[in-house]
């Protein structure tokens, strides 16, 4: 999880380059203002990207925190590992 | 292929407070990652600017088109899709797909087209304009199978070919390659109908990066290398000619040869597109001129321009070589088969662009001839481009008259030189190209896109000159540009730049002298500042002035008349 969040931070870091990565484990989208319907898909792809993983569009709508997004990523792990 | 996150990081490069470069990317889909790529592959283009792409609304391609102008960009790209034309070949309409639209939706295409054209003529008419026709597949709209193109796919294919043919003939406009997108993003992994579908982007990530490429790389194309430096032995030729003769090296398809022969009408090519050509081999000089004397050559000996042939080191032809051409080795591109040669020239002149040459390699031939390509790739040819090699001839026959002449009064007088100054240049492509690649002799360095440019020449009281340079050992063509402004009786000359061919013919003296004279004004600014580069520039307002040159340095009319420089020239003016 701890190898997650931190992936998940270099993540939040690319996407929204003036927020303070002090704030970044509390992000939300209420509280980052640059966290616009754009960004949420930018941030969405680098995940992907980073996590080698396809994230759904139709999950878009729930993954408005860092912590809502960690914790999606964590079951997809638990998923996979289960899977393999 | 770039990715995204390499592209968001890309963009976070830019420069803080430095130039601006603002590019409209006009498009009728959500721009999302099309309008990142583009701006980070034209960050990786224009290090030293701050790039900005600006966007226009959804489903407003026109609009956006309309209002670019009041953004002040120095470039708009388009990327149509076939929704832009009519929204029935977009997957997000539901308009209806058979026969009875199939009439109609081509009437609207060839309606769409023509207001498109003459938007985008309206543009280009002031600032330079990418376009990508479509590059998504056509939904299953017609009648026919999808491995059949019917009438409807042809016809509509057949307008937007028509368009992009009419396009490419215009001076500012510029057309993607869809033979180049299809090699670097195959046309069955580009649509990504979910994207499209929850967001209104079409295209695929690798899709999104290879288009945003392509489009940067027509509003920033690289520059083109200016000369080539190349071997003989199982490179200009298949065989050693040391070994079998001048008779026993080919060229050609009956002996297997024809690689060689590919490779040779390339260079041939090139040198009549204005590259500079040059041979360095290690070889016997006899040997090696009867070869080049052959009448089945290809590339004929008088394309190239030194021909240096000895047993000694390649990086000391190469330096020599150089020197002729006076340019950099990061100007200029080394072929040879050998690696061992390739290294040795490489470690003298880390910025030159080594290839080797791979004799039976058929598979990777087709590549390195269109790598080759695209090194020496320019947008057109001007008339200057292909007087380079007879003006840099003529220049090393200069240069080594003067070496035994010491640059006397009377050996300059003689040479019967004169300049054709045209004094409405702006427009003039020639202008530009030469103020942007000049360093040495270049007042201040300052690069303009061609929008800098022309807001530059547009002011009232501007002036734009460019200077033509002939005497006995031929022509130099346009040697030279000065622009500026003409207030209160002074000049503030803005840009001035002297192709180095020119140097030490007095003509520098000529051109202040004449701007003295044409505009009437009695003391020039020069808007100086120096360069890591623009030494001879120093040197000459040192020896003008009197003192080291600083910003806004100024010399008098009277003070530069009391000079009593001599001016050797014939004038001739013009108006383009």
């Known amino acids: 999880m701890n190898d997650i969040r931190a992936r998940l931070t270099t993540c939040f870091a690319t996407v929204f380059p003036a927020l303070e990565p002090a704030k970044i484990p509390s992000a939300t989208q209420k509280t980052v203002a640059a966290w616009d319907s754009v960004a949420a898909i930018t941030l969405l792809n680098v995940i992907e990207e980073e996590f080698n993983t396809q994230v759904d569009f139709e999950a878009l709508a729930d993954l408005d925190s860092f912590d809502a997004i960690a914790a999606y990523l964590n079951d997809r792990v638990a998923a996979e590992n289960q899977g393999a | ?576």
Not at chain 2, 475 to 489: F, N, P, Q, T
């Open chain 2, 1 to 576: 292929m770039m990715t995204l996150t390499e592209a968001l990081r890309q963009i976070k490069r830019a420069p803080v407070d430095s130039q601006p470069f603002r590019a409209v990317l006009a498009c009728g889909f959500t721009p999302l990652h099309l309008s990142t790529f583009l701006a980070a592959h034209l960050q990786r283009r224009l290090p030293s600017r701050a790039v900005d792409v600006i966007c226009g609304l959804y489903g407003d391609l026109a609009g956006t088109l309309r209002k670019s102008a009041g953004k002040n960009p120095s470039a708009v790209a388009v990327a149509l899709e076939w929704a832009d034309l009519d929204p029935r070949l977009g997957y997000r309409n539901l308009g209806g797909w058979g026969p009875a639209e199939q009439d109609d939706i081509v009437r609207q295409v060839k309606a769409r087209l023509g207001s498109l054209r003459r938007a985008i003529e309206e543009v280009a008419a002031a600032v330079p304009v990418v376009i990508a026709f479509p590059t998504l597949p056509l939904p299953p709209v017609f009648h026919t199978g999808s491995w059949q193109a019917g009438s409807a796919q042809a016809r509509l294919n057949a307008l937007v070919q028509e368009l992009a043919a009419e396009f490419s003939a215009h001076a500012s406009i510029s057309i993607v390659s869809a033979q180049r997108l299809d090699l670097v993003s195959p046309a069955g992994e580009r649509y990504d109908l979910q994207s499209d579908l929850f967001t209104g982007f079409p295209y695929k990530r690798a899709h999104a990066s290879a288009l945003g490429e392509a489009l940067a790389n027509l509003i920033a194309p690289p520059p083109p290398k200016k000369g080539l430096v190349t071997d003989l032995d199982d490179t200009l030729w298949s065989g050693i000619v040391g070994e079998v003769g001048p008779q026993g090296v080919h060229w050609d398809l009956e002996n297997h040869a024809q690689i060689h022969g590919l490779y040779q009408q390339t260079l041939r090519a090139l040198a009549d597109e204005g590259v500079l050509i040059a041979i360095a081999s290690k070889n016997d000089a006899a040997t090696v001129e009867r070869a080049l004397a052959r009448p089945d050559m290809i590339l004929s000996p008088e394309k190239i321009f030194p021909v240096e042939v000895h047993w000694h080191a390649k990086s000391g032809s190469v330096a020599r070589i150089l020197k002729a051409w006076n340019i950099g080795a990061g100007d200029v591109v080394f072929v040879d088969d050998s690696p061992l040669e390739l290294a040795e020239v490489e470690q003298a002149f880390p910025g030159i662009h080594c290839l080797r040459f791979r004799p039976g390699d058929y598979a990777s031939a087709e590549a390195f001839l269109t790598g080759l390509r695209d090194l020496f790739a320019r947008k057109r040819i001007s008339g200057e481009d292909t007087l380079r090699r007879e003006s840099l001839r003529s220049a090393s026959e200069f240069q080594s008259q003067i070496a035994q002449n010491d640059a006397s009064q009377e050996f300059l007088r003689e040479l019967n030189g004169s300049i054709a100054v045209n004094t409405d240049a702006a427009e003039d492509p020639r202008s530009l190209e030469l103020v942007n690649k000049t360093n040495q002799f270049n007042l201040n360095g300052q690069r303009f896109d061609p929008v800098e440019w022309r807001s530059l020449a547009a002011s009232p009281d501007a002036f734009v000159w460019s200077v033509a340079y002939q005497d006995k050992f031929g022509s130099l063509g346009k040697i030279a540009v000065l622009a500026g402004k003409v207030r209160e009786r002074k000049v503030f000359l803005e840009s001035w730049v002297m192709s180095c061919r020119a140097f030490a013919r007095g003509i520098e003296n000529h051109c202040l002298a004449l701007l003295y004279e044409r505009t009437g004004a009695g003391e020039i600014v020069f808007c100086f500042r120096a360069t890591d580069r623009n030494g001879p520039l120093q040197d000459f307002l040192s020896r003008l002035l009197g003192r080291a040159p600083e910003p806004a340095a100024r010399l008098e009319r009277r003070e530069f008349e009391q000079r009593d420089l001599p001016l050797y020239h014939k004038i001739q003016w013009s108006q383009s």
